[in-house]
């Protein structure tokens, strides 16, 4: 079950930022609202199958401007992983459920 709220870290040119994930699945979706450091907040609508999503599409990024992703999560227990690949490199974001 991938449903609930994760503290999450995303590994940044900074170091590990802290920030935050909730999951929602509904069916075959999952709705993910992302807030983290370089990513900024993002509400991404996932397919999910198992304990794994996977989504694509574009976003804003500050500095950045819109760019291309492609997302895919994991759920194991309480442990999350998530890494989006994207036109502006790639962000790995690792966390665990609250």
Partial sequence: MV???YAIY???????QPGSVTLRAE?????A?????VIGKQFIEAQVEGNTFTAEGTFWLMFMGMIKYFL???VEGDDLRI???SSKGN???RGTRI
């Fill in 27 to 31: 069916g075959p979706k999952t709705f």
């Fill in 83 to 85: 890494l989006i690949q």
């Fill in 3 to 5: 449903n609930g709220n």
């Fill in 91 to 93: 962000f790995d974001i």
């Fill in 33 to 37: 609202d992302i807030n983290a450091p």
């Fill in 72 to 74: 895919h999560g994991v």
């Fill in 10 to 16: 995303v590994n940044t040119l900074l170091g590990e």
